[in-house]
């Protein structure tokens, strides 16, 4: 089963956002529209989208009204995408060249920048204190943590508590938001809002965890890029984390000794891949990013028993066990 | 060429500067003291000078002001760290020249948006995201025509001219509303914009004589004051840089 499966319920609406999404940008300059079109069509799971219009069903507002604050959170989501990009030097995403291999890193900048400033005229029209007070903040934070994790590029004495703080900004909070703000439009109960906020803030959790785990052992065509790239580039994740903090002694000395290079051929990669798999590091990481999963089941009982809610959970089952 | 403006709200700028200066380091460490980051610190005080000038001449200066003054400093120092990177650079140097410029201008933009939501500025956030938009556009045909050999510099003046007109306009509408004197403030932010951007970017003034003209003549619907004096010795300066004197016909009505 994919992903996509699961959105059967939403899909009309997720429709409705790849439409609004299409023309938000059919005001600006040609060359911004090629690079803009360029992204849209490398695809995307629409999981923050999707979380906001799903979230919006526990509210009395049609979902008509919040379909453009859907499309806004994956415009939020493809501006830091797009600049991530750059930051890693990436070539490939979801299989396909990136922004910057395409266009440039410049142009990559002002793409994501435009994005985001776009995003914000969207979630302005709601006239909503409280949303744009969230958004302002969970933005803030998400800068924070890429730039918690540039700075901890190659530091290989990591704890498992920074790795969560950083985390938690990086992913987790885009995705509490899109389930906060979904209710927020329809104005659910805020009780609700709050229990969805949470089950967002585990999903995210679990989302990156198992991302990170398949950074080492997924496929490159699965993947859509090459594996371990998050160690190419000196991201320290969970499972090298566990490795150095609790591995067997023989087997921190091999990694230390391969890590010291700071660029890695593919051997290297390999090599690393194969260390870590002989640990306990996959199943510990797992065994987390499930824990997390168990947290937003949990919230979920909190929550009227409905299709809605089938399919949250659905979806927090799948986050455990995907693949790409 | 700011030093009067500088001084005339050397309390308010200060605290800006200081703040803004806070934020960064905040977010970042000393990423930004490590010497790689050339910032032109009066340069950067144009636009919230600007924005208090305005309010001032439109009435006077308040909290509210500051606040926006504050926006705008963030917005120079993310535009500016965000103008230009390079297309290609060693991993050695990823960090200095790619991932701290996008990173913590990525940083000061969200604090643009925390800081209008938080002082109950968000009337400004449309027309500040739209700036922001303009902006990014503009850089974009910017790099365009350089890569074909074209000139970029009617790009570069266009953002300068479009930055000043929103900070005159900002500071003028948040103590004034939308009246005539804001509405000439506004435009003599554009002007002002594209003298400037001219001047440092040594660019031919004939192609913008008209600006010269009209900033003079937009100054005599002002109040004639010390206020209005800081937009004259503003424009004398820049005068003198581009080889221009005071239109002759205002000459005689002083």
Redesign the interface.
Known sequence: MQLKDMFNDIEPDLHKVDSFLINCLEK??D??QKGYIHLLKAGGKRIRPAFTLLAARYGSEDIEKVIPMASAFELVHMASLV?DD??D?SELRRGEPTIRTVF????S???G??L???A??II?EY?N?SL??L???A??E???G??EQ??A?YNYKQSLRQYFYRIKRKTSLLITLSCQAGAIAAKAEPGVVRILGRYGHNIGMAFQITDDVLDYIADEKTLGKPVGSDIQQGIVTLPLIYVLNYGEEHVRRRLLDILEKK?FTREDIAQMTKLIETTEAIPFSLGIANKYVEKALKQLELLPENNTTCTLRQIAKFIYHRQY | MLTKLIYKFMPELTAIEARTYKIIKK???NVLYQGRYTLNKENLLWLPGLCLLSAKIAKDTNVKVVQLAGVLHLLSIASHL?W????KTD?IE??HQ???P???G??L???V??D???HGL?QY??PL??L??S???E???K??KEQNNLPKLPHEIKIFAMMSESACFLGAHSVAGNNFITEKLREIGFHLGQLKAVAERGADISCYLSSWDACWKLLECLSDDKDREQFQHILQNLGSKLGLGRPPLLECIV
């Open positions: 600006t300059s060359r911004l600049h750059v930051i030097h440039g890193n410049n142009f900048l002002h793409l920048n435009y985001f400033a776009k914000l005229q302005d006239n204190t744009n007070n958004l302002a903040c933005s803030m998400m800068c924070r890429e730039l540039i700075a590029a660029s | 977010g970042t460490g965000h230009t990177l390079p297309e991993l990823m960090k790619i991932q701290y996008i990173l913590i990525d940083l933009y969200s604090k948006y925390a209008i939501c938080q968000q956030l449309t995201t739209s922001i938009g902006i990014q556009e850089l974009v045909l790099d365009m």
